[in-house]
């Protein structure tokens, strides 16, 4: 490892009067694009990618000393020493600047929002872009640097007196740490020790704790290499690194109520800037410290030096670093800005099933790929290289080589134990040329390490003896350990010239195996050691082989191959666009065509040249195991099952039978399996058969093919195959034995397959008999097929057996029919006995059902009542006619007494038996099933069957439904019993949403009693629907009382919810006005519903009073509550409000004042109730109840008002949806019906009076001709209007009290009923005319729920406010709200019914 470092570009400020300008202060935006400098009274920015200079920002008179940029990189801010903190955007523009008192020594933005930390000589602020005044708390000392946590939940302050304050988001100090030095740099850094290699938690079992079992040495230098991290998630922390100018880095430990001293590190210089990088790609993260040194030093987060990064002439006074994109950026007393990119590289090494690799550049991570159990090495030193060979892991750090060690005897276990013994590195062999040439290469065997520098391999022992060295002819570029007996290992060697050596241990002479014109970059060896595969320096894969020197395949644009470790013909490449492929058949055609002949077989592999398979996965491929490639993607390894099913069809599309069985032993399908064990019994390898068969557990084939070898006689045949199928039946077969350690006798082990698990068995040259090719059809599936080779070699009566054993008598017959035999009876007689004599129950009932004998066949089934009955007789159900009735009735008895309920369900149905069916809900309680039936059948059942219903439905606590059915009981007492009970348990409960739900159905029952009292006979004529017919003064005062509390109720939920839940999204404005509601609707009564709390009501009215500026109210209300008990715990809150609002005016907001809509009086706050008849929530002038939307309780621009008694509510609502004429004469004296026709002429004919007004116009006025003039903004044209008459009907008006000159009917209207209104609130009463003049879209109609009632009107005096109703409730609402309450729940807000009606206007 040697980590490269790059200057992508620098710049020099240029001298100001012969004095070099140092930077101040630099910092790199987060998505790593700009780059801002402050150096003098500028601020500079800078492009990152290629160092131009966008702007240079002129905000500050003096020097500035701090840049930020913010979390989202679209601003940053700058602070200087004219005590101004600037807030540029990212473009250069200025957005806005504030003050302190004293000069801005640092500013840090949140790294989690846009919070911003100015930090001044004095003080400090806090500030973010939705407040108007920044925070600011003082300090002790000078300010000199600041951090804040990675969650930016803390900001730590270091100051000038060695104090540094840890505070909260609110500026609060939480913490503080002593130090006896000024803190001038420092930094928070994330605790990522409990965490993986994939930046996910190591598994529990896999944090091996090496240092605490004891086996850890502390190594050289401070550094620990062993010691192990332990994950540990009981508290979360952060870690604080700190640079003080006494010459130390500390590292502490920072939790959310303590903090703990981690390290303390001497340095030989004074730190000035810290910055902290982390690559979640790379797994890399380190510290980067610039001070006096004049340097930019690595260290990880223990504080121990890694490397030094650059170099400069002056003092290094701030840095900043991106770890994503390994970048960072120096500024230095001088004025030189450096912007440096740094290559970590990657340090990695695998070992069959295990994968080691470098994180956080001192820890290294163990993983093995089988188990996927990880372990955490940390050395505290920078690791550079590293080997892994067995059970040995060899570490390569700055200034010696530590080996670990695991069992040897296990090779899943994971605990690696330091080694005493360690290599210290000496440069003494080579010149610097060789080393640097062939860079440094390690590796590890069972007892000896090699590490080769240039041209020279030397080989150590572990206690650092070294014992040979061998020179090369050229600088080596890779090194693989080919295994071999412990001490005896042998390695093979790729160098800069192309050649492939291979050396032994024990052996002091090279052996050339292979040579290439191009240097080498990685070789691989197959597992019998015949095959090498070179990847050279220019891309290109050479598969060679050893013993001939032939190359067996050559392709370019490879980056990395290895062979398969069970299979020697398999190889999986990486490419260099990083896709991998795996190839098939890499050994010689020839070899493939020998093995066949040995086997007998005449065929011949057609394909003579390896097929490349593409794999669709991305990465490095490590390693390749059966059918699991271990790939590296993005920094993580992972196990990818590669299909073999392609690789085993080719070999059976050529007939290689045997070679598919090779290939399926890898890790085939079971639908793979399948097809090599029919190819294979079709071409009768009994003994492969036999084992794909076991395999697959195929009882049903393996007692076939036992068949077949007894039938055949051949007895040495079927213990071949005996023995065979015990070594071969697994997936994991032994016919690819290999000599795992690696020893000579691999290749003699790979021969024995051929005698044993590969033997043929039965006879290959020669076909399956006729009668066994029909079986096999059969056992497949393949019926017809099997009986027509039956038929073809003359066997009929088996071909017609195969069937009747089948059961599959119509096909049977149909064989029959079709080879020539017309008549069947015989074959359905013989069908017939055969089924009596098996006793099959079912094949009768069958075979009786075919026959038209459904009573017969469902007797026969209900004989025994074996298992399965209930579906064998339901098919009987099903197929008889619907006439059968006394089949269905045997059957439905014989369900309904063996509690088969859904069965006798079906059966009743079918054959129409209401009674019986009705007998059976009754006695399995399938009451709703019941109640539908009776819906369905009315009149033909005694309704007292739903009161056992609705007591059943009390006992589940389904209490909703229980009413529904006691009222289809007719016990209607019953009925109101349990809403009653249901309503006072919600009050009880304070569910008082549920509570006004409850009383709302209650005034509807109450209505519903009203209604029933007024018209007994429930049938009303069309003449007697004006009238609204009164009921008796209890239950109608009732009815009101219930609507009245289902409104408090539905109120005061939201008071309850505002004092009780720690949290309320409600608003102020929504929660003034619900107290407002309750306290006027309850008025000056003492009776208040049982759970409302007056304490509570106010206390909601002063708290929101007090936030919209309603101070005299405030006043009125603490009054008010003072008098009431308030809850302890709102005592001292209440009191501190009481005192608090003696200081506000007294005076209320006007614009919180009500206005009544249809007097325009403006109303206080609460009713005083000094007008006698305005009690309640309604104006103080008129009387008319506010109309409040019930969601947030505004009140609503409608004014009530009610037709003239002689037009009905259908006249009405037709009237007013015709269109308004021009103009209307206002009339008060005639009749209804005259009054109805009048202004339905008048809207007729208003059509026809517009072509008549040209005409008219020319005519003379004297002479009863057209008058024009203007009336509220209309142009009116009258016909044949005299002088006299207008002062006629002036006197009218004046009669009336009415000015001619109001341009509205519906306003005449209005104020003559405000003139005639005395002691008691009257609604306005319009005629036909003024309905006529309406616009529809501003009234609205409640409609009533009886014919018996009247509808009640309403305008909106405000069109411009859209606004809903509700029909079923009656209840008005912002029509924007309902809709969103109405499509968020599904149901009306207030009635909870689904069916709000029409919620518009008319």
């Known amino acids: 490892f040697q980590m490269k470092v790059k200057s992508l570009w620098n710049d020099q400020i240029p001298e100001k009067d012969g004095v070099k300008s140092p930077i101040n202060d630099i910092c790199i935006s987060p998505d790593g694009t700009r780059v801002v400098v402050a150096v003098g009274n500028r601020v500079l920015l800078y492009r990152a990618e290629n160092g131009d200079l966008i702007e240079s920002l002129r905000g500050h008179k003096e020097t500035v000393h701090s840049v930020s940029f913010s979390n989202d990189s679209t601003r940053f801010a700058s602070g200087g020493a004219d005590n101004i903190v600037v807030i540029w955007k990212v473009t250069g523009q200025g957005l806005l600047k504030y003050n302190h008192t004293a000069p801005i020594q640092r500013v840090k933005y949140n790294p989690s929002m846009l919070l911003l930390a100015s930090c001044s000589e004095v003080d400090f602020g806090l500030w973010t872009p939705d407040q108007k005044q920044v925070t600011k708390e003082k300090v002790p000392s000078r300010i000199l640097s600041a951090s804040w946590s990675p969650d930016g939940s803390l900001l730590a302050i270091g100051m000038l007196n060695g104090m540094i304050s840890l505070r909260n988001q609110q500026a609060q100090e939480v913490q503080r740490i002593e130090r006896k030095a000024p803190i001038w740099c420092l930094q928070f850094i994330p605790d990522t020790s409990g965490y993986g290699a994939s930046g996910g938690p190591l598994k529990p079992t896999s944090l091996l704790s090496l240092q605490q079992q004891g086996q850890g040495t502390p190594g050289q230098g401070g550094a620990t290499p062993g010691a192990a991290a332990?994950?540990?998630?009981?508290?979360?922390?952060?870690?604080?690194?700190?640079?003080?100018?006494?010459?130390?880095?500390?590292?502490?430990?920072?939790?959310?109520?303590?903090?703990?001293?981690?390290?303390?590190?001497?340095?030989?210089?004074?730190?000035?800037?810290?910055?902290?990088?982390?690559?979640?790609?790379?797994?890399?993260?380190?510290?980067?410290?610039?001070?006096?040194?004049?340097?930019?030093?690595?260290?990880?987060?223990?504080?121990?030096?890694?490397?030094?990064?650059?170099?400069?002439?002056?003092?290094?006074?701030?840095?900043?670093?991106?770890?994503?994109?390994?970048?960072?950026?120096?500024?230095?007393?001088?004025?030189?800005?450096?912007?440096?990119?740094?290559?970590?590289?990657?340090?990695?090494?695998?070992?069959?099933?295990?994968?080691?690799?470098?994180?956080?550049?001192?820890?290294?991570?163990?993983?093995?790929?089988?188990?996927?159990?990880?372990?955490?090495?940390?050395?505290?030193?920078?690791?550079?290289?590293?080997?892994?060979?067995?059970?040995?892991?060899?570490?390569?750090?700055?200034?010696?080589?530590?080996?670990?060690?695991?069992?040897?005897?296990?090779?899943?276990?994971?605990?690696?134990?330091?080694?005493?013994?360690?290599?210290?590195?000496?440069?003494?062999?080579?010149?610097?040329?060789?080393?640097?040439?062939?860079?440094?290469?390690?590796?590890?065997?069972?007892?000896?390490?090699?590490?080769?520098?240039?041209?020279?391999?030397?080989?150590?022992?572990?206690?650092?003896?070294?014992?040979?060295?061998?020179?090369?002819?050229?600088?080596?570029?890779?090194?693989?350990?080919?295994?071999?007996?412990?001490?005896?290992?042998?390695?093979?060697?790729?160098?800069?010239?192309?050649?492939?050596?291979?050396?032994?241990?024990?052996?002091?002479?090279?052996?050339?195996?292979?040579?290439?014109?191009?240097?080498?970059?990685?070789?691989?060896?197959?597992?019998?050691?015949?095959?090498?595969?070179?990847?050279?320096?220019?891309?290109?894969?050479?598969?060679?082989?050893?013993?001939?020197?032939?190359?067996?395949?050559?392709?370019?644009?490879?980056?990395?191959?290895?062979?398969?470790?069970?299979?020697?013909?398999?190889?999986?490449?990486?490419?260099?666009?990083?896709?991998?492929?795996?190839?098939?058949?890499?050994?010689?055609?020839?070899?493939?065509?020998?093995?066949?002949?040995?086997?007998?077989?005449?065929?011949?592999?057609?394909?003579?040249?390896?097929?490349?398979?593409?794999?669709?996965?991305?990465?490095?491929?490590?390693?390749?195991?059966?059918?699991?490639?271990?790939?590296?993607?993005?920094?993580?390894?992972?196990?990818?099952?590669?299909?073999?099913?392609?690789?085993?069809?080719?070999?059976?599309?050529?007939?290689?039978?045997?070679?598919?069985?090779?290939?399926?032993?890898?890790?085939?399908?079971?639908?793979?399996?399948?097809?090599?064990?029919?190819?294979?019994?079709?071409?009768?390898?009994?003994?492969?058969?036999?084992?794909?068969?076991?395999?697959?557990?195929?009882?049903?084939?393996?007692?076939?093919?036992?068949?077949?070898?007894?039938?055949?006689?051949?007895?040495?045949?079927?213990?071949?195959?005996?023995?065979?199928?015990?070594?071969?039946?697994?997936?994991?077969?032994?016919?690819?034995?290999?000599?795992?350690?690696?020893?000579?006798?691999?290749?003699?082990?790979?021969?024995?397959?051929?005698?044993?698990?590969?033997?043929?068995?039965?006879?290959?040259?020669?076909?399956?008999?006729?009668?066994?090719?029909?079986?096999?059809?059969?056992?497949?599936?393949?019926?017809?097929?099997?009986?027509?080779?039956?038929?073809?070699?003359?066997?009929?009566?088996?071909?017609?057996?195969?069937?009747?054993?089948?059961?599959?008598?119509?096909?049977?017959?149909?064989?029959?029919?079709?080879?020539?035999?017309?008549?069947?009876?015989?074959?359905?007689?013989?069908?017939?006995?055969?089924?009596?004599?098996?006793?099959?129950?079912?094949?009768?009932?069958?075979?009786?059902?075919?026959?038209?004998?459904?009573?017969?066949?469902?007797?026969?089934?209900?004989?025994?009542?074996?298992?399965?009955?209930?579906?064998?007789?339901?098919?009987?159900?099903?197929?008889?006619?619907?006439?059968?009735?006394?089949?269905?009735?045997?059957?439905?008895?014989?369900?309904?007494?063996?509690?088969e309920t859904q069965l006798a369900k079906e059966t009743y149905t079918k054959s129409k038996d209401v009674s019986k069916l009705m007998a059976l809900y009754a006695r399995k309680q399938m009451w709703k099933e019941a109640a539908k039936l009776a819906d369905e059948n009315e009149g033909k059942f005694d309704v007292s069957i739903f009161l056992s219903y609705a007591e059943w439905l009390v006992s589940q606590d389904r209490y909703e439904e229980a009413m529904q059915a006691y009222k289809k009981s007719r016990r209607l007492d019953l009925a109101r019993r349990v809403l009653e009970e249901l309503t006072n348990n919600a009050v009880a409960e304070c569910r008082f949403k549920d509570a006004a739900y409850y009383y709302w159905l209650l005034s509807r029952e109450t209505e519903d009693d009203v209604v029933a009292a007024a018209d007994p006979t429930g049938v009303e004529s069309k003449a007697e629907a004006a009238p609204v017919r009164q009921a008796g003064p209890s239950q109608a005062q009732l009815q009101a009382e219930y609507e009245h509390k289902a409104d408090l109720y539905y109120a005061y939920a939201s008071v309850h919810a505002y004092v009780t839940d720690p949290f309320t999204s409600l608003q102020p404005e929504m929660l003034f006005q619900v107290a407002r509601f309750i306290i006027n609707s309850l008025g000056s009564t003492e009776v208040i519903p049982f759970g409302v709390s007056k304490a509570s009501t106010m206390y909601t009215l002063a708290r929101q009073a007090m936030l919209l500026g309603a101070y005299k109210l405030a006043r009125h209300a603490y009054d008010r509550l003072s008098k009431l008990t308030v809850p302890e715990r709102k005592q001292e809150e209440v009191e501190l409000d009481m005192l608090l609002v003696q200081a506000k005016p007294v005076r209320d907001d006007p614009d919180h004042l009500p206005v009544c809509y249809r007097c325009g009086s403006t109303n206080p706050l609460l009713n005083p109730f000094s007008n006698r008849f305005a009690k309640g929530d309604v104006c103080t002038n008129c009387g008319h109840p506010f109309v409040r939307s019930f969601i947030n309780f505004d009140i609503l621009p409608l004014v009530e008002f009610v037709p003239d008694p002689s037009i009905s509510d259908e006249e009405a609502v037709e009237l007013i949806r015709q269109p308004p004429p021009a103009s209307l004469p206002f009339s008060t004296s005639l009749p209804g019906g005259a009054a109805f026709s009048s202004a339905m002429a008048a809207g007729a004919a208003d059509s026809k009076r517009g072509s008549a007004a040209t005409a008219g116009k020319s005519k003379d006025a004297k002479g009863g001709g057209w008058k024009e003039s203007k009336t509220g903004g209309a142009d009116l044209l009258s016909l044949g209007r005299e002088d006299n008459d207008e002062a006629a009907e002036d006197a009218v008006n004046e009669a009336l009290g009415v000015n001619a000159h109001e341009a509205d009917l519906f306003t005449r209207c209005l104020n003559l009923t405000l003139e005639r209104q005395k002691n008691s609130y009257t609604p306005v009463k319009v005629d036909a005319n003024t309905l006529l003049a309406m616009r529809r879209s501003e009234v609205y109609v409640c409609r009533p729920s009886s014919k018996s009632k009247r509808a009640t009107f309403y305008k909106n005096m405000l069109p411009e406010i859209p606004i809903a109703i509700s029909q079923p409730c009656h209840r008005f609402f912002h029509l924007e709200d309902f809709e969103f309450s109405y499509l968020s729940e599904q149901r009306c807000p207030y009635s909870r019914l689904k069916s709000v009606g029409e919620y518009g206007s008319l």
């Open 230 to 899: 332990v994950s540990s998630a009981a508290e979360t922390s952060d870690l604080l690194a700190v640079g003080c100018w006494d010459k130390t880095y500390s590292l502490y430990r920072v939790q959310s109520t303590s903090h703990k001293l981690q390290t303390v590190k001497q340095l030989d210089y004074y730190p000035c800037s810290i910055s902290y990088s982390s690559n979640t790609m790379s797994k890399t993260s380190y510290l980067i410290i610039a001070g006096s040194n004049k340097k930019a030093t690595l260290y990880n987060k223990e504080g121990a030096r890694l490397t030094e990064l650059t170099a400069r002439d002056s003092w290094l006074w701030c840095c900043d670093c991106n770890g994503e994109l390994d970048v960072a950026v120096l500024g230095t007393h001088h004025g030189y800005i450096d912007y440096l990119a740094m290559d970590m590289g990657s340090v990695h090494a695998v070992f069959r099933d295990r994968y080691a690799y470098r994180e956080n550049l001192t820890e290294v991570i163990v993983h093995h790929l089988l188990t996927d159990k990880k372990v955490r090495i940390k050395c505290k030193d920078l690791i550079q290289n590293l080997s892994l060979y067995r059970n040995k892991l060899a570490v390569q750090l700055s200034d010696r080589i530590c080996v670990y060690e695991s069992s040897a005897d296990n090779t899943e276990d994971m605990h690696f134990r330091i080694r005493p013994e360690k290599i210290m590195i000496k440069d003494t062999f080579g010149s610097d040329a060789d080393r640097h040439g062939g860079g440094n290469l390690m590796a590890i065997c069972t007892q000896h390490l090699l590490f080769c520098r240039g041209k020279a391999v030397e080989l150590y022992t572990f206690d650092g003896l070294r014992q040979k060295v061998w020179q090369m002819e050229a600088p080596v570029t890779c090194i693989k350990v080919d295994g071999g007996l412990d001490g005896k290992e042998g390695l093979l060697l790729g160098l800069q010239s192309g050649g492939v050596f291979k050396v032994f241990v024990d052996n002091p002479f090279p052996i050339e195996l292979s040579r290439r014109p191009v240097g080498i970059k990685q070789i691989d060896i197959n597992i019998y050691r015949t095959t090498v595969a070179i990847v050279d320096s220019q891309g290109t894969l050479t598969v060679t082989d050893l013993q001939t020197q032939e190359a067996l395949f050559t392709t370019t644009g490879v980056a990395f191959a290895c062979f398969n470790s069970e299979v020697e013909d398999l190889i999986c490449v990486t490419n260099s666009d990083s896709s991998i492929s795996v190839i098939n058949g890499i050994n010689s055609a020839a070899s493939r065509l020998a093995s066949f002949t040995d086997a007998g077989s005449s065929s011949t592999l057609l394909a003579s040249t390896p097929e490349v398979q593409e794999q669709h996965i991305f990465g490095l491929a490590l390693g390749f195991r059966g059918q699991k490639i271990f790939c590296l993607y993005r920094n993580s390894v992972m196990g990818v099952d590669v299909p073999q099913g392609l690789n085993m069809q080719r070999a059976l599309e050529h007939g290689d039978i045997k070679t598919a069985y090779k290939i399926a032993c890898l890790g085939a399908t079971e639908a793979d399996w399948k097809l090599l064990a029919m190819r294979s019994l079709r071409a009768n390898f009994l003994s492969i058969a036999k084992n794909a068969f076991s395999r697959l557990k195929e009882t049903k084939f393996l007692s076939l093919i036992d068949s077949i070898e007894r039938r055949s006689g051949s007895g040495s045949a079927a213990s071949s195959v005996t023995s065979t199928a015990t070594v071969s039946a697994g997936a994991k077969t032994s016919s690819l034995v290999r000599d795992r350690s690696g020893g000579a006798n691999a290749a003699s082990a790979a021969a024995a397959p051929d005698k044993s698990a590969l033997s043929a068995g039965g006879n290959p040259s020669l076909p399956l008999e006729f009668t066994w090719l029909a079986e096999l059809m059969a056992y497949e599936g393949h019926h017809q097929e099997a009986a027509k080779i039956y038929a073809r070699n003359g066997r009929l009566d088996e071909a017609i057996r195969l069937f009747t054993d089948l059961r599959r008598w119509e096909d049977a017959k149909m064989f029959a029919r079709n080879a020539g035999q017309a008549d069947v009876s015989a074959l359905t007689l013989q069908q017939a006995k055969w089924l009596q004599e098996i006793n099959d129950w079912k094949g009768a009932s069958e075979m009786y059902m075919a026959m038209g004998q459904f009573l017969q066949a469902a007797k026969i089934i209900a004989e025994g009542l074996e298992p399965g009955w209930q579906e064998a007789m339901i098919e009987v159900v099903r197929a008889c006619p619907g006439d059968s009735l006394d089949a269905l009735d045997f059957c439905g008895d014989k369900f309904s007494m063996n509690n």
